[in-house]
């Protein structure tokens, strides 16, 4: 099956840093990639919808300012936690859908990146 | 009120038994379901997709009932390994009738098979 990777899986900085994670689909391409974010003992909360060659839309209260997004080709997406702060703490986990087009389209998770902001 | 909501249990459960998932979700176009399992620290995994007609993977059953706006997931015989957190994930229709990919996760019930 199609593979999704996350690259680096786990990161400990220090608060008011900049940390960058990345997306990459393996074996397709993606025109559109997914940031999910989940806290402890919570769900998996959509941040924002990455698109290649275009704006990233983010979630209601997800601050665009704070968490950059570039969709820099169709394998790649890249989540940029800008001056980072303890509260963003979480694991990352990005995905990507095949490219049918249906919304039954299977979603390929990545395996996600543990931040940990000191 | 939660898009998806779950009971989050905890359910523990010994091997060989069957135990019931529920969901309701308040988003009445919703387009498609499904049922993903979450070990700890690791991603969501599908599990199955679930459609009105009800469908069966082996140990395991879903069933939608569109009307009731639910969801449910069985597992029968369970095992050691079934043990995980069980999401309820729904893939929403937005307003301008767009819902590409997006999808909308439960809590999750945690679920500990135990000898």
């Known amino acids: 099956g199609a593979v999704v990777s996350q690259h680096p899986s786990w990161v400990i900085c220090k608060s008011g840093t900049s940390v960058k994670i990345e997306c990459r689909s393996l074996?397709?391409?993606?025109?559109?990639m997914f940031w999910y974010r989940q806290f402890p003992k919570q769900s998996l909360m959509l941040m924002a919808t990455?698109?290649?060659?275009?704006?990233?839309?983010?979630e209601q209260g997800v601050e665009k300012d704070k968490f950059l997004i570039n969709h820099a080709s169709l394998t790649l997406s890249t989540l940029t936690v800008t001056s980072a702060h303890p509260e963003d703490s979480s694991f990352y986990i990005c995905?990507?859908?095949?490219?049918?087009?249906?919304?039954?389209?299977?979603?390929?998770f990545g395996p996600g990146t543990r931040l940990t902001v000191l | 009120r939660k898009e998806v909501e779950q009971d989050p249990g905890p359910f523990n459960v010994p091997e060989g038994a069957t135990v019931a998932f529920n969901c309701t979700y308040s988003?009445?176009?919703?387009?498609?379901f499904f049922w993903y399992r979450q070990d700890c620290r690791k991603e969501p995994k599908l599990l199955m997709s679930?459609?009105?007609s009800g469908n069966e993977d082996g140990r395991f059953t879903a069933q939608l009932n569109r009307a009731s706006q639910y969801i449910s997931l069985l597992i029968r015989d369970s095992k050691l390994s079934d043990s995980a957190t069980y999401l309820c994930?729904?893939?929403?229709?937005?307003?301008?009738?767009?819902?590409?990919?997006?999808?909308?996760f439960g809590q999750g019930t945690i679920l500990t098979v135990h000898p």
């Open positions: 988003n009445s176009a919703s387009q498609s």
């Open positions: 994930v729904v893939n929403p229709l937005e307003a301008g009738g767009t819902s590409y990919g997006k999808l909308t």
């Open positions: 074996d397709f391409q993606a025109t559109t």
């Open positions: 995905s990507a859908p095949s490219l049918k087009g249906a919304s039954t389209d299977t979603q390929y």
């Open positions: 990455s698109n290649e060659g275009s704006k990233a839309t983010y």
């Open positions: 679930v459609y009105s």
